[in-house]
């Protein structure tokens, strides 16, 4: 006989994922949330917040690589780029791969997660923190992009849970607005959208908000194995509408250039031109 | 207070997806496996067998949609078409869309799924089941394509279980060599092949096996969302190469004089061209 303990996810009132779970390493309650992490039987180690799911030794990848991937080889110079949220640093790690990136500033609300996963999950970010041209600061994203100057980042890359609770403030009008004004001329801000057969609204929502201050506003697909529910989206904002139409070809000489080609288990050229054709059911929500 | 009940998915050992149910409709041992088809709160009804999630009313189109019209556009002019396994009628109905289609054979070693399936989730199938270029056989798939005579199908759509209890033998030698036989000349067969974050040996272990018979073996991918953890593959073998790698427009064309453009809800020919170039992490292992 073994004695079996599930956590069981939260998320969604009526359905869920189950983890059977091996240890656990860390339980505590921030200032924000609730942050547990545990090593699974399945899925390596796993960091839960507030009872959601939020990253997975095994498949971390898909998300960081398209969340940092993406917008970068779609702007294809970008220098200066936000991160905010993302506390494991694995977008961190991503970002900092691209040639181009002088300076990546990270911006997570809660020191906690950074801790605990510097302790824990080590291999996510890697060496990314100890980088000379990343500066991570322990703050509070809605205030930095309400003090940035003008025109100061070529990316924003916003990592959040979803818009309730702790990144709720991350989808409002003003926040959007200031990202308008800290980006540069071909400058964009991608984020989390959620699952669309689960939670439709979020991508209709949160892209309506983006519209008023950006021209030009999609999503961007990922087949992520625990934010499960078929593709999730990954909301786009940008001032050139060109970016989110890049052919292949090219797309795999910017890869070439940045050292990312071939360094990479989800992304590549050819997903990366195929993740903004999204499904018929998915583009039913974005905005007309 | 509520009472809740909860039915977990026993694929995995260490991890699952739970749904809350909302009604029990039908609980049976038939000769072949344990069927239960339930009520959900989150999914519309959803039939198990033996404890594995095999559909949904909420999400049952994506996988129908991409394993009937990706192998049927792809052909261009198939008309005779075999089905194994699909007792709920979702991929005969998609199948019998297609213009070109003459007859469709849907052989179900089990009629129990099929009687369920006509009495508890009657829109899957809609009037597929009357319509004249319909022959539904409660038979062994096996068996069916042992006797076929030579050259007699132009696609073959495999819906099978996973390669373990009914659905094993689906996966032999034999099998894909009666299939390579009962093919016509630019005869093809796609079988589902799983979830590689889950389940990598899967593709792995069965593509080798249809190498044997066919000169071309490829996979593409679907996001089904309760077929959870990222991408399923759908295992290809064909005679012609070609038809992975039709251009865009040519597919659309296709669809249009199909009938089906506008149709879908998941498919559409950018997915489906885009469905063919697979993340590195699951082209690895497609045999080299």
Redesign the interface.
């Given at each position: 006989m073994t004695t079996d303990i599930w956590l069981?996810e939260t998320l969604?009132?009526?359905?869920?994922?189950?983890?059977?779970v091996k240890r656990e390493l860390a339980r505590e309650r921030s200032d924000y949330q609730d942050i547990v992490i545990f090593e699974?039987?399945?899925?390596g180690r796993v960091m839960v917040l507030d009872g959601i799911i939020q990253i997975t030794e095994?498949?971390e990848?898909?998300y960081q690589e398209m969340l940092a991937h993406v917008p970068l080889l779609a702007h294809g110079a970008a220098a200066n780029v936000l991160i905010i949220g993302a506390g494991d640093g694995g977008v961190l790690r991503r970002v900092l791969l691209h040639g181009s990136v002088r300076r990546a500033v990270m911006v997570e609300i809660d020191g906690e997660v950074i801790r605990l996963a510097k302790q824990f999950l080590p291999a996510i970010a890697g060496d990314a923190w100890n980088d000379p041209r990343a500066e991570v600061i322990v703050g509070d994203g809605i205030d930095y992009v309400k003090r940035a100057p003008n025109a100061s980042f070529d990316a924003i890359i916003v990592d959040s849970t979803d818009p309730i609770g702790v990144g709720e403030v991350l989808f409002t009008d003003e926040f959007y607005q200031n990202c308008a004004r800290i980006l540069t001329e071909r400058g964009l801000v991608v984020n989390q959208c959620g699952?669309p057969?689960?939670q439709a609204d979020e991508l209709h929502d949160t892209s309506i908000r983006r519209r008023k201050f950006f021209p030009h506003v999609t999503a961007y697909?990922a087949?992520?194995?625990t934010y499960?529910?078929?593709?999730m989206t990954l909301g786009w904002a940008g001032k050139d509408a060109s970016q989110t139409m890049i052919p292949v070809e090219l797309i795999r000489a910017r890869a070439r250039a940045a050292g990312i080609l071939g360094e990479?288990?989800?992304?590549?050229p050819?997903?990366h031109?195929?993740a903004f054709?999204l499904?018929?059911?998915i583009a039913q929500h974005l905005p007309g």
């Open positions: 069981n969604y009132p009526n359905w869920g994922q189950r983890f059977l699974s039987f399945s899925h095994a498949d990848f898909v699952v057969a689960m697909v087949a992520v194995p499960v529910g078929g593709f990479t288990k989800y992304w590549s050819e997903i031109a195929g054709h499904p018929p059911y």
